[in-house]
């Protein structure tokens, strides 16, 4: 996914769906245009041994985001 589509998701909870077939519901804290990731606290994950915990902040690479969805 092109990073300047994730723009409209900070601060928003959003579920991003991955190229590797995982998902993660997370709250969108920032937008790096220039490494082209996302920087996210996570909140649910189904691959929770890629995330440190839960509440974790973590980086996604824009590349590795197949979609990115509001959620509730």
């Not at 900070?10 to 937008?31: E, P, S, Y």
């Not at 915990?53 to 590349?63: D, G, L, N, S, Y």
């Amino acid at each position: 996914m092109q990073v300047n589509h994730l723009h409209q998701f900070v601060n928003k909870i959003v579920t991003l769906r991955m190229a590797d077939g995982g998902t993660a519901k997370v709250k969108v804290l920032f937008i790096d245009d220039e490494d082209e990731s996302v920087i996210a606290e996570v909140v649910q994950t189904s691959r929770p041994e890629q995330s440190r915990a839960p509440c974790a902040v973590h980086t996604f690479a824009a590349e590795h985001i197949v979609s990115a969805e509001l959620s509730e």
